[in-house]
């Protein structure tokens, strides 16, 4: 067989190279559609707003107009209790840009209560307040924790600041 | 063994509007499956055993648009994947599965939402080898579309008042359309006092954009004749990528559809096409490139005389587009190829060829009732 | 017994190349692509002008910064034939094969290349990962200024708390895949390594370390992939693609259970009613689970029924899994030792199956004799499995 053989280059041969930088620009303006513009009114009123499935009884958090289940529209919105359990837990150490935080935040997955069944539930990735020991311990898992929401809301994801341990388990 | 014969069972769509800014683009999908699905009574959650997604990360927005592709298709924890080009891409992938007999019924869907992407011209430009073409900074996205026009009038001896034909009959044949919101009554005189905006062409040469939806049902032959009376056969499918490098491509003729009409045509056992299809569904993102795209597949010999003589209008012997192409209903992305099936399935009435080519891929499907 | 009636033209494996895999190659995407597919070809003992389809992938634009890449990374390889590039997020390298697998199972093409292509490295600022800034539903996820890891280390941590496995056991996977990288002569992430490193290495996103995880890599694989009457022309020996399958789940992962890989077990039944398999466990010789975390080889055993759920790490401790045991998996040395270029990854295990499949492994052939190989990969919003099974 031919050797075709690749290049590799270090961090230090790159620098010195040929090479050419564009940064690309890429802008849009979503429209967030009729489910998640109604969600996210109720979000600005400390309400967390879902779908119900006539079919499956799923309440569907975030909310969706269709079941993806049953594939039926779905038209009838219930409010979802501003508490629930949690499904799991990490400590974040890095950010999007894989930056270091100061400060590791833990974020994790909100079971919310109502509807569901083992493997399908309503839920939110969202910040919780407590400890990383907590984590670490796996005693956040499955502890139940409600809502705090912020003073100024303004239609947001983050007009939650964080949900909040009520009781281990 | 004989081969198992696909068709075209059912399709739905959504918008074809300049923006649909009330609904996100998995609302419109929902819409458009629910319309194809409902025509043939099918449950997406138990009568269809996959589904092919066609879509482009920089388009949506979204790296990873896969992700986005299964719960407004119904299907969610089904086997779905996503084609990333134009439409006929998935409706050609979709045929093949179909083929392989391990599939009975797929849905394949695109979708544009052009009307959110703010820098439209700077994804465009970003199609553009990194290396050697973007640092040129061309002024304008549509500058190697313009050369290539350039040199296919050149190729085929065409001026502008030829493509102003092309232009005028194109967007009246779109009033004919309920998915045309860019048709008119454009005559040949107002095209040809219209500024050139690149090289040869002006505004009218160019697609507006728009959003819209479209989802198509597939079926195997046996399920086909169970779920309508009147399934769309595709009897032939090509498809091809030519070079990326501009300069390396062969400007006047688009190298890409000639290669993927000779497969289509083979296939669907078409020995002189210029004088068996009845119809000719082109893509239209440019005037010239439907022009372009009739040449290339080589159904007529100079453009010339069936475009002056009529042959390429709505009741000539090869009508183009028929109720309008992308110059009238304006530019879903990735789902004008869809556009164009829809139209051709509407009309269905002998052998047709439809074609997309979108970047340097064309796709050819040859269809008929 | 092939239960599947309706699928009557078989499609071999004839030929596989595979670049170096490294943080930064200086190849640019085309090269890469064309350097693996002629390597492919080689082995096959084809030319390009033999070739009548490709079937590409590679994963988000982003990481070359290219829109609609598979145009342009294809470029010296299609050559004005039919390509089409599919995507399922990571899923891709496996499913490249499943696509290539209808082309030449329809009839309508009859030798078909097969490429993954992935240069990570362009996207150089700050970090690769940045490019996953963009994967997240915009409204209701984004705000929160995720990084990929953190969702991975949601699901690692539920497997552990629903398993009752120790981050400890999963280790061992870590451990085991890069020392069988050391035979791998494409290999970045070599190393002999012990728990102990993996448990003390940065802390990224607890319960993830930074050797937890597959590094950031550039890299191409290919694949020449043909119809039955091809294959006893070109090889005494063809690896006959006998079962394919995919299945993605809801897009919205924050409302199911990421305990268990539901749609990978869908994808996995898929592949195995194609293929025949009726027990999995007694009929996969050996085995190439995605491992871009070392949890996603035990969870992924689990989904594809290779052993029963939360089972994987005593398996691996038991030594099962190496290559001298019942049940090896990642022979190649996998994402975690080889690297993680993408789709280039996911083929990289498919080839290894092939290989294996063929005793051409070399160092790395596992010990016992292998008949039926299974690869599979995983992507998406934890969502996605493909799924190859390959027969001698
Ligand atoms: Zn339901």
């Known amino acids: 067989m031919t050797d075709f053989k690749v290049t590799p280059l270090s961090e230090d041969s790159f620098r010195n190279a040929i090479r050419e930088s564009t940064s690309p620009r890429a802008v849009y303006d979503m429209a967030p559609g009729e489910a998640y513009t109604k969600f996210f009114e109720g979000l600005r009123e400390g309400k967390i707003l879902g779908t119900k499935c006539p079919s499956c009884g799923l309440v569907h958090v975030p909310p969706k107009v269709y079941c993806q289940y049953c594939y039926l529209p779905l038209t009838q919105w219930v409010e979802v209790k501003d508490e629930g359990f949690v499904e799991t837990a990490v400590v974040v150490y890095i950010a999007a840009e894989r930056e270091r935080l100061e400060k590791p935040e833990v974020v994790g997955v909100i079971r919310l209560e109502g509807s569901g069944d083992r493997y399908r539930y309503p839920g939110l990735m969202h910040r919780i307040c407590t400890e990383p020991e907590e984590v670490k311990s796996s005693r956040i898992m499955g502890a139940k924790v409600k809502a705090r929401w912020a003073t100024e809301r303004k239609g947001s994801i983050n007009d939650i600041e964080c949900f909040e341990v009520v009781s281990w388990k | 063994m004989d081969p198992i014969r696909v068709g075209i069972v059912s399709y739905g769509f959504s918008g074809f509007s300049p923006s649909v800014p009330s609904k996100s683009f998995r609302e419109m999908v929902f819409e458009a499956a629910s319309k194809a699905y409902a025509k043939v009574g099918l449950n997406p959650r138990t009568d269809v055993d996959a589904f092919v997604s066609c879509k482009e990360d920089f388009w949506e927005g979204i790296s990873i648009t896969d992700e986005f592709a299964p719960d407004q298709l119904g299907g ?294 | ?208 370390n930074r050797l937890d995880v597959s590094p950031v890599s550039d890299g191409a694989g290919a694949m020449v992939m043909v119809s039955e009457e091809w294959a006893n022309r070109l090889t005494d020996n063809p690896i006959w693609v006998e079962g394919v399958g995919f299945n993605l789940d809801s897009t919205n992962w924050t409302n199911r259970d990421l305990g268990y890989p539901v749609y990978l077990k869908r994808a996995a039944e898929m592949a195995y009613r194609l293929a025949g398999i009726e027990n999995p466990m007694k009929e996969i010789d050996v085995a190439e689970p995605y491992d871009p975390f070392d949890y996603k080889e035990l969870h992924h055993m689990e989904g594809l029924g290779l052993c029963p759920p939360c089972k994987a790490a005593e398996v691996t401790k038991e030594g099962l899994t190496q290559r001298d045991g019942d049940l090896p998996t990642s022979p190649s040395g996998g994402l975690l030792g080889v690297g993680n270029p993408i789709a280039a990854a996911g083929i990289m295990k498919a080839i290894e199956i092939f290989w294996q499949l063929r005793g051409e492994a070399g160092a790395r052939q596992v010990k016992k004799d292998v008949v039926t190989g299974l690869a599979q990969a995983w992507g998406d919003l934890m969502q996605v499995g493909t799924v190859v099974v390959m027969r001698r």
């Open chain 2, 76 to 369: 969610a924890l089904k086997p779905v994947f996503t084609v990333t080009g134009d439409g006929l891409l998935g409706i050609i992938n979709a045929y093949m599965m179909i083929k392989t007999g391990a599939f009975d019924v797929i849905a394949v869907e695109a979708h544009g939402k052009p009307s959110e992407v703010m820098s439209y011209g700077d994804i465009e430009r970003m199609a553009q080898d990194p290396i050697y073409l973007r640092p040129l900074a061309f002024p304008s996205y549509h500058t190697v579309k313009a050369l290539e026009a350039r040199a296919f009038m050149k190729y085929s001896n065409l001026t502008r008042e030829d493509l102003g034909i092309y232009v005028s009959q194109s967007k009246r044949n779109g009033l004919l359309s309920n998915r045309a919101p860019h048709a008119s009554s454009l005559t040949v005189d107002s095209y040809l006092s219209e500024r050139e905006l690149v090289g040869p062409l002006s505004h009218s040469d160019l697609a507006p954009r728009s959003d819209a939806a479209l989802v198509f049902v597939l079926a195997s032959e046996g399920r086909a004749r169970e779920l309508t009376d009147s399934p769309t056969w595709i009897t032939g499918v090509g498809w091809a990528t030519d070079y990326h490098t501009p300069s390396y491509r062969e400007l006047g003729r688009d190298i890409a559809t000639k290669n993927a009409s000779e497969m289509a045509f083979r296939q669907a056992g078409l020995g002189d096409p210029g004088k068996q299809l009845a119809f000719v569904e082109a893509d239209e993102r440019y005037s010239f490139m439907a022009l372009m795209e009739v040449s290339s597949m080589g159904l007529v010999k100079d453009l010339r005389q069936p475009l002056r003589s009529g042959d390429l209008s709505r009741d000539g012997s090869l009508p183009v587009n028929r109720r309008g192409g992308a110059l009238s209903e304006g530019l879903p992305l990735e789902a004008h190829g869809l556009a164009r099936l829809a139209s051709a399935c509407d009309l269905l009435d002998g052998t047709g060829a439809v074609v997309s080519n979108m970047g340097n891929t064309s796709a050819v499907l040859v269809v008929r009732p």
């Open chain 3, 1 to 208: 017994m092939r239960p599947n009636i309706n699928v009557k033209n078989r499609v071999a494996v004839v030929g596989a190349g595979l670049t170096l895999f490294r943080r930064r190659l200086m190849e640019t995407p085309q090269e890469l692509s064309w350097i693996a597919a002629r390597q492919a070809l080689d082995q096959a003992g084809l030319d390009f002008n033999d070739i009548d389809c490709v079937v590409s992938g590679s994963a988000p634009d982003a990481f070359d910064g290219v829109h609609m890449k598979g145009e342009y990374y294809v470029e010296g390889v299609a050559n004005g034939k039919p390509h089409v590039r599919v995507f399922v997020g990571g899923g891709t390298g496996v499913f490249v094969p499943v696509a290539a697998w209808w082309h030449v199972a329809s009839g309508l093409c009859r030798k078909v290349l097969v490429l993954a292509e992935e240069k990570m490295s362009s996207a150089s600022r700050p970090h690769p990962q940045a490019v996953f800034k963009h994967i997240w539903d915009p409204l209701v996820e984004k705000p929160l200024n995720p990084n990929l890891i953190w969702i991975f280390a949601m699901e690692m941590h539920r497997y552990m708390y629903r398993c009752g496995v120790r981050k400890e056991d999963i280790a061992l996977v870590s451990v085991k895949n890069k020392r069988n990288a050391l035979d791998h002569p494409s290999a970045q992430a070599a190393a002999k390594i012990t728990v102990d490193d993996v448990l003390n290495s940065e802390m990224l996103v607890y319960p993830v």
